[in-house]
């Protein structure tokens, strides 16, 4: 049996027996049965680390993907009741989950206009197609709840907590988002909707959107909230407000602590990040481009070191003032 198992509590080995041959096909009744005490009280990190070890056994993205909601549901009633500390309202977790509610809204509100629409008379149809448009456009709007799942939460998370590979599953399901939304859009843009794919592909969002939200809010955001430092939700937050929310209005963020200028590790900090002198040299010297810095005192302070130059430069340049390095003819396009 895998490392994970040998060195894990035999509740999570339990777990893992249970969610490996409900994959290769086992019974689903019989199964929980033989496994009932360890999924009655499974923990989120738990979950967490069953998926994990799913995929670190080898079973493909694929195969677990589509056998996650089975899992999940099994794990439904002890996930559902788990308490965890709640964060403050300004908290990161807490802003995402505030656009969740709003989703939350916006769903149950497409339900309804979509109840009306395949009970409506023909006349009242376009009208009911328009809502429809509507609120589609509206959560659309989601996308950036998980663009910032992706690049933000996400990275924090693969640091602070090591069975963290089942987060691919979840992005597979954001891309899921992404296509039916295209595919509803373009439904909805056609002359006579076929009622039949609109029917299927809402059927889809359902699938995804709401199952998503339970995952986020009693799985992932526990474990993140438990593992990821402090600082990491400052940053977070802070790094959010390039991203953009949805339907909120989110706290002003503070003021970024990164240093710039040299670091005392041989390198520069330059707010994003930081790299060597030298990687500073490979990277502008590599832009398909030139690049000549001047000062605001019109002064040239550097120039970059391209084999292949469109205008000549040299060292000698340095220094001076930028209207001294072209023809009288062109120094009011330079200035």
Known sequence: ???FINNSHPRLESLA?????LI???NGRLLISEHQQAIDTVTPEEAMQVLDQLLVEGFS??????AVGKIINAFYKSLNSHIWAQPDENHFLSLLMRENREVVGIMTHIKTVVKSLFKAADADKPGLLGELWQQISRLKL???HYIKKENILFPYIEKAFPQFRCLQLMWSFHDDFRRSIKNLESILLSENPDTDLLSKELGKLFFVVLPVIFREEYIVFP???RSIPVKGWSDMLRQSSETGWCYIVPPEPEVSDLKEGFTGDGKIGLGTGSLTPGQLMMLFDHLPVDITFVDENDEVCYFSGVKHRIFPRSNAI???K???CHPPESVHIVN
């Open 1 to 3: 049996m895998s490392e």
């Open 142 to 144: 989601y996308e950036l």
């Open 318 to 320: 340095i220094g001076r």
């Open 61 to 66: 993205n694929a195969t677990v993907k589509a």
């Open 223 to 225: 474990v993140a909230y």
């Open 17 to 21: 027996g249970f969610a490996r041959e």
């Open 322 to 324: 930028v209207q001294n």
């Open 24 to 26: 290769k096909g086992g």
